[in-house]
């Protein structure tokens, strides 16, 4: 039989994902290349593997002979002499193979070891550091070095890595992208989510949510220490800001030293320098943001107000060139919102960078529209290509610079062009949709976003579609004399769901070749493009003369299906996020007393006239004690379709009743 250790050994072997690289680079240094290096180190911010990686290095090691020695810099002594002692095998023993985890704990050993220790090891030996800090550039840029140090820079797990982890933990299908969505790639808090799962996870979509322990451990791990308020504050905005320059620390935090605080922040492992500024790692994002929420849902709330207002602010005084990014920002900041949630997406996994269009490209943006739309459109393509070349642009993926899109975005002057109806049907849809509700005046133009073909992920939300928007935006807000805005859809049924609350659903549905498309409008002349982004902002927030709930509307319904599907098991629904809201917050019990505030929503919910059934099926599934779904349904002696329809229907009642108490209070 193996022993304990074998066993620990063989269970992280068997759970242990990606790392290919690193793993095969120490793989080959084991086994003696002479081009392999001595010291590998590790780093990365907390929570993103480290400690993982040098565990299965170590269990790499151990079956080839090698004698293997791990230390742990917390524990290390701030005498070198003691250091020295305590690995001294390394400098006595071939072969001996030294891990030392939490280096940036003993960060201050580094100088001794590249000048005085490591120097003196014994001959095949190697080295193992892991932190978060990176080396010293003296020693990386060292040519003696050179070929003996090799820094591993440990990146996020990919969304196929991610979700390979939250399979082989058993997350339900239907709870993976909310918990992806928090924890993104990094693999602490991908785990922590997993392992942190109830007895019984949610029956219905979407009603995880990271509870107070989670968040807890987190910002312990991935974030640690903050020196001061003021530092705390500029985290705060670091992590609602989709990028945080020292200008807008600046105009955030006008009484702080921005500078200061911004060169603090670029020092922490897990910020990511961009040309836009600086860019948290996803899960200290949104474990910063949840904990702030949770923690001072008012300052919260003030911190977004401050940015919306900067990013209103540029949309109208900053350079032509800056412009686009702005209404990109501005839009992250309420992707939480219903109407921005349906349109935008901020995938980091496909990278894209758009350029105006040159002519060696027109052959594969031929090629593209002809693959995705028809040789009928690639002509229409064409046409424009040559009409108005520069309203088109190509979409290049960061990692490769291989073409994966393109777009155009038309600039039009009344009165229209014949030439321009006659070889384009949508062109002429959009000119009869003006003359036909309030028609252009010589000197206004409409902009049109004619084209945009990403094959591989072919009109549905993407990158490539959000910059596209951003763009077509920007132009919108600093054009002079723009009418109207168009946006084309091939699958009008679904875009008209989409843009519904943005934009206006013509009704054309112009044939271009085998297919037809969607128009869909708005009249800057009566909504001009500022109250139209705001817009998106009121439709985020809560109605002003309601209490601010802590919570958005779409994460307040979450937390209430949390709740319930944490019924049955008191410690799970003790951590549940609607003990965070303000429904909770003035109640003396908080978790008795919410359990019965809910139990009277729920029987309130038979006074709405469709409500009997539905306050049944809640029942049945909640509290009766049936032990599935379908045993609830032979309870009421229903089919299980019918079951299923009206316990929808009674859970968007029951969040409906809640939401309520939650702006406006509990009755008395």
């Not at 922490?268 to 320098?273: A, G």
């Not at 321009?420 to 005046?441: C, F, I, K, M």
């Amino acid at each position: 039989m193996a022993s304990p250790g074998q066993r620990l050994s063989d269970a992280r072997t068997r759970s242990f994902i990606g790392r290919d690289a690193e793993l095969d680079s120490f793989t080959r240094a084991l086994a003696g290349e002479t081009a392999a290096p001595f010291v590998f180190y590790l780093v990365g911010p907390g929570g993103i593997g480290k400690s993982t990686l040098v565990r299965r290095l170590a269990d790499q090691a151990r079956p080839t002979g090698r004698p293997v020695l791990e230390l742990d810099g917390r524990f290390a002594s701030r005498d070198p002499a003691e250091f020295e002692r305590a690995a001294a095998r390394l400098l006595d023993v071939p072969g001996t193979v030294l891990f030392v985890d939490s280096f940036e704990h003993c960060q201050w050993l580094e100088s001794w070891l590249w000048q005085h220790f490591l120097p003196r090891a014994a001959e095949g030996t190697l080295v193992v550091l892991a932190g978060r800090l990176a080396p010293q550039p003296q020693w990386a840029a060292d040519p003696a070095w050179s070929g003996l140090l090799r820094v591993l820079e440990l990146q996020p797990f990919t969304e196929h890595q991610a979700r390979s982890l939250l399979t082989t933990a058993q997350v339900p299908p239907q709870l993976r992208e909310r918990v992806l969505g928090f924890a993104g790639g990094n693999p602490l808090a991908l785990t922590l989510a997993a392992a942190g799962q109830p007895t019984n996870w949610g029956r219905e979509e979407g009603t995880w949510a990271p509870s107070a322990d989670v968040l807890h451990t987190l910002l312990a791990r991935l974030v640690g220490e903050v020196p001061t308020a003021a530092h705390r504050r500029a985290l705060e905005v670091a992590a609602q800001a989709y990028s945080t320059s020292e200008e807008l620390l600046s105009s955030i935090l006008p009484d702080e030293d921005a500078h200061l605080l911004f060169g603090w922040l670029r020092n922490l492992p897990f910020m990511e320098s961009t040309h836009r500024g600086l860019h948290p790692h996803d899960a200290a994002r949104e474990t910063l943001a949840a904990d702030l929420r949770w923690r001072a849902p008012n300052a919260f709330a003030e911190i977004r107000r401050r940015l919306a207002e900067e990013y209103l602010l540029r949309l109208r005084e900053a350079p032509e060139e800056q412009v686009w990014t702005v209404t990109d920002e501005l839009f992250y900041l309420f992707r939480e919102g219903e109407i921005v949630a349906r349109l935008r997406t901020w995938s980091r996994e496909e990278e894209v960078h758009d350029r105006p269009l040159r002519s060696e490209d027109l052959d594969t943006v031929l090629q593209m529209a002809e693959r995705t739309e028809g040789p009928e459109s690639a002509e229409v393509v064409r046409y424009w290509a040559h009409r108005q070349p520069q309203a088109f642009s190509v979409y290049r993926l960061v990692s490769t610079g291989r073409i994966v899109a393109f777009t155009a975005r038309l600039a039009l002057h009344a009165p229209p062009d014949p030439d321009d109806l006659a070889a384009d049907p949508v062109v002429a849809a959009a000119w009869a949709y003006t003359e036909a509700t309030a028609p252009v005046s010589p000197g206004e133009h409409i902009g049109v976003s004619r084209f945009t073909v990403y094959p591989e992920r072919y009109q549905v939300p993407s990158r490539v579609i959000d910059l596209s928007s951003s763009r077509a935006q920007a132009e919108s807000a600093r054009a002079r004399a723009r009418a109207y805005g168009f946006a084309v859809w091939r699958d009008a049924e679904t875009w008209a769901a989409r843009v519904r609350g943005s934009l206006t659903d013509t009704g054309a549905r112009p044939r271009v070749g085998a297919h037809t498309y969607g128009l869909f409008a708005v009249d800057w002349r009566q909504v001009p493009v500022e109250t139209w982004l705001r817009h998106f902002i009121a439709a985020t927030d809560v109605p002003a003369q309601a209490k601010p709930s802590a919570l958005s509307r779409a994460a307040f319904d979450r937390a209430v299906r949390e709740a319930l599907a944490h019924w049955r098991s008191p410690a799970a629904f003790a951590s549940c996020a609607l003990l965070r809201t303000r429904l909770a917050a003035d109640l003396a019990d908080p978790v008795e007393e919410l359990r019965a505030l809910i139990r009277r929503a729920v029987d309130d919910v038979a006074q709405d006239s469709r409500g009997a059934r539905a306050r049944d099926a809640l029942t049945a599934a909640h509290f009766s004690g049936a032990p599935t779904q379908e045993a609830a349904a032979r309870r009421l002696g229903l089919p299980y379709g019918t079951y299923r329809r009206h316990l929808r229907q009674g859970l968007d009642l029951l969040c409906e009743l809640l939401w309520e108490q939650e702006l406006h209070g509990v009755p008395r």
